[in-house]
């Protein structure tokens, strides 16, 4: 027997999507603290977050083709008297989403593990430019990003991580100019 | 039992989301990894990247994963009469800057399937040019992540890259389709032991593998046994091809599609008679 085609899916009804459009909804995968945990087990990790000089700024931008934030939170992971790493949270801007996310690098400047911290879609929405950077600014490691409610699967079209590809470009740059020298 | 927790990474050229274990959540990255450098466009030394550059001139070997997605590429070609053309699918993309020419890559010359030629791992280019498993190459990830999750015994897990979704295990996992534009929730599907895609044309970054565009239809949602055919049949669906029930049949696939307002209609297929 044909199976009948609606039998799979449910409809979400017009007036409820029209009632809740696109709801801005943020996805909290990991903190902070279980990133720096899950990329350096068992590191120290120091804390030598960066406010940049105008000339480090544009040194940075003039090399990633990204512009810069004015400061970065960024970790030395050690063992013993040994560096092991890098660990930064950064955050990019996408056409309709914030991101957080953390780059753990290896002493010399690799890429070894990215993690997305926080999700946030604005679809539709205003964009909380101010709000959202009150979230981030002064945390301290250590401090505990709240855990947000479960995790929707969405099927829709694919987003581009490209923004995210972008932002690793001015980190990379940012540990060239600023990091591996410090 | 071990606590089940979701992670997510930009893989692919999308956030890759995995539920499950914290041991299988690693392996299934793996996986997904390991798909990425090897048919990933933007790599220069991908296979696929290889594929692109050298197989008009010599035959390039590929490991088993990139055969194993080119011969799904193929079946999915001649089922759909050319509707699911990964050659054509690559001309497009590099017409419209989608993707980028590598040092030594020859322009295409040609735009279809059957310029391509496969020997066991070996392909070969009849003349210049571009593969893009951009259409496909996601969804047998998902399924590649699936496998590796369940080798470890973990007993559920939910695989998600960029909408191309497969779940596991007792319990069936709740998914949402929505609305590709602004994200609005259209329909509600249960994944349970199988797989969901959905592929727009509306510009999100992933029109550039939708080759024709049938009457109005904005989205096409395909349920199937496994994610890479949820993937490729997504894109036959789309494409009004009149093969399209055939081949749904062939997967045992469900499907249905959006229009610009958010109306849904479900495929339906011109089914032999019980």
Redesign the interface.
């Known amino acids: 027997?044909?199976?009948s085609?609606?039998s799979?899916?449910?409809?979400?009804p017009?007036a409820?999507?029209a009632v809740a459009?696109?709801p801005a909804c943020a996805?909290v995968?990991?903190s902070v603290e279980q990133a720096a945990h899950a990329m350096f087990a068992g590191a120290k990790m120091v804390d030598r977050s960066i406010t940049f000089t105008d000339a480090q700024r544009k040194a940075i931008a003039k090399a990633s083709r990204a512009s810069v934030p004015k400061t970065q939170h960024v970790w030395e992971a050690r063992e013993g008297s040994s560096r092991v790493g890098w660990f930064i949270v950064d955050r990019v801007l996408g056409k309709?989403e914030y991101i957080t996310?953390a780059v753990a690098l290896t002493p010399d400047g690799a890429v070894k593990r990215?993690?997305?911290l926080e999700?946030r879609?604005t679809?539709?929405g205003e964009v909380r430019n101010a709000g959202w950077r009150q979230q981030f600014v002064g945390k301290k490691f250590g401090s505990q990003l709240k855990l947000g409610g479960d995790?929707?699967?969405?099927?829709?079209?694919?987003?581009?991580?490209?923004h995210?590809?972008d932002g690793v470009r001015r980190l990379l740059a940012t540990w060239q100019l600023v990091l591996r020298n410090g | 039992m071990a606590e089940r927790v979701?992670?997510?990474?930009?893989?692919i050229?999308?956030?890759v989301?995995i539920?499950g274990d914290e041991g299988a959540i690693e392996a299934g990255f793996e996986a997904i990894e390991r798909a990425h450098r090897l048919m990933s466009a933007h790599e220069p030394d991908s296979d696929l990247s290889r594929i692109n550059r050298f197989a008009h001139e010599q035959p390039v070997e590929v490991d088993s994963w990139t055969a194993a997605v080119l011969e799904r590429a193929f079946f999915w070609s001649r089922h759909s009469e050319g509707a699911f053309d990964v050659v054509a699918a690559g001309a497009a993309a590099i017409a419209s800057g989608y993707l980028p020419l590598h040092d030594g890559q020859p322009r295409p010359v040609a735009a279809h399937w059957t310029r391509m030629e496969m020997c066991g791992r070996t392909v070969k280019l009849q003349k210049p040019a571009c593969v893009d498993l951009g259409g496909i190459a996601?969804g047998f990830a998902v399924d590649r992540a699936v496998a590796a999750m369940k080798a470890t015994g973990c007993e559920s897990g939910?695989v998600?890259a960029?909408?191309?979704?497969a779940?596991f295990g007792p319990q069936p996992?709740?998914?949402?389709?929505?609305?590709?534009s602004?994200?609005?929730?259209?329909?509600?599907?249960a994944?349970s032991n199988g797989a969901?895609?959905?592929?727009?044309v509306?510009p999100?970054?992933?029109s550039g593998h939708v080759l024709m565009l049938a009457g109005g239809q904005v989205?096409a949602?395909v349920?199937a046994p496994n994610a890479m055919d949820a993937d490729a049949l997504t894109k036959i669906v789309l494409s009004g091809s009149p093969a399209t029930g055939r081949c749904l049949d062939i997967a045992e696939a469900?499907a249905?599609v959006v229009d610009r307002g958010?109306a849904?209609a479900?495929?339906?297929?011109p089914?032999v008679a019980?």
Request: aromatic letters at 10%.
């Open positions: 027997m044909p199976q085609g609606a799979w899916f449910t409809i979400v017009a409820i999507a459009p696109a996805t995968y990991m309709h996310y990215i993690e997305i999700y879609e679809y539709g995790i929707k699967n969405i099927s829709g079209a694919t987003l581009s991580s490209r995210i590809t | 979701t992670r997510c990474r930009p893989l050229g999308t956030f989301e539920t996601k939910l998600n960029g909408g191309d979704i779940g996992w709740p998914v949402q389709v929505v609305q590709p602004d994200r609005r929730a259209i329909a509600n599907v994944i969901i895609a959905t592929s727009s509306l999100d970054g992933s989205s949602t349920c469900q249905f958010g849904i479900a495929v339906q297929a089914r019980a």
